[in-house]
T-cell receptor
Framework: DTEVTQTPKHLVMGMTNKKSLKCEQHMGHRAMYWYKQKAKKPPELMFVYSYEKLSINESVPSRFSPECPNSSLLNLHLHALQPEDSALYLC???????????????FGPGTRLTVT | AQSVSQHNHHVILSEAASLELGCNYSYGGTVNLFWYVQYPGQHLQLLLKYFSGDPLVKGIKGFEAEFIKSKFSFNLRKPSVQWSDTAEYFC??????????FGKGTRLSVIA
């Protein structure tokens, strides 16, 4: 099973709402990632978790708050977002982050977020 | 910092034409190289990867890529494209303890 699942598929939220995106993998991967992808652009890295600890935050605004409850789950909590935050949010996982050895990342289908 | 350049923004080909998409990276050390594909409305899928060994790498769906270290290139090829190959193609690179860096992508449109 090389699947990364994400829920919901679509999300529309107002600027004062609080919502969460969920990601799950059952491949035994110990690294999980959040990316943001705007239309016709490459994914931009937001956060990296390695062994359930946040290891990289790419200067993401605090209105995005990641959480890794266990090695299979990754959440992204959203609060007070702006319309420019509308994008496809992708979750990915890999066997490990990177430690001189590289592993490919497996991507989920994404959550298409619209902020109104 | 690493960077990845994909020379072609949009490529239009007829079915059965041969495909070559360019990818160059800037990093002097050992790199790991990937090509991902994103079909319309679908998620990113790994086409192929290069870590070490034979520089000619074969991937899924008849794609292959050649790593040329002296040219810092990892071009993607397919001898004969099909309409179903219409998609966005991303080259990506990482090295050592660095995040994956994506190129800006090349949109491939295959027409009948």
């Amino acid at each position: 099973d090389t699947e990364v699942t994400q829920t919901p598929k679509h999300l529309v939220m107002g600027m004062t709402n609080k919502k969460s995106l969920k990601c799950e993998q059952h491949m035994g991967h110990r690294a999980m990632y959040w990316y943001k992808q705007k239309a016709k652009k490459p994914p931009e890295l937001m956060f990296v978790y390695s062994y359930e600890k946040l290891s990289i935050n790419e200067s993401v605004p605090s209105r995005f708050s990641p959480e890794c409850p266990n090695s299979s789950l990754l959440n992204l909590h959203l609060h007070a977002l702006q319309p420019e935050d509308s994008a496809l949010y992708l979750c990915a996982s890999s066997q490990d982050k990177w430690a001189g050895v590289s592993y490919e990342q497996y991507f989920g289908p994404g959550t298409r977020l619209t902020v109104t | 910092a690493q960077s990845v350049s994909q020379h072609n923004h949009h490529v239009i080909l007829s079915e059965a034409a041969s495909l070559e998409l360019g990818c160059n990276y800037s990093y002097g050390g050992t790199v790991n190289l990937f090509w991902y594909v994103q079909y319309p409305g679908q998620h990113l899928q790994l086409l192929l990867k290069y870590f070490s060994g034979d520089p000619l790498v074969k991937g899924i769906k008849g794609f292959e890529a050649e790593f040329i270290k002296s040219k810092f290139s990892f071009n993607l090829r397919k001898p004969s494209v099909q309409w179903s190959d219409t998609a966005e193609y991303f080259c990506a690179v990482n090295a050592g303890n660095t995040p994956l860096v994506f190129g800006k992508g090349t949109r491939l449109s295959v027409i009948a």
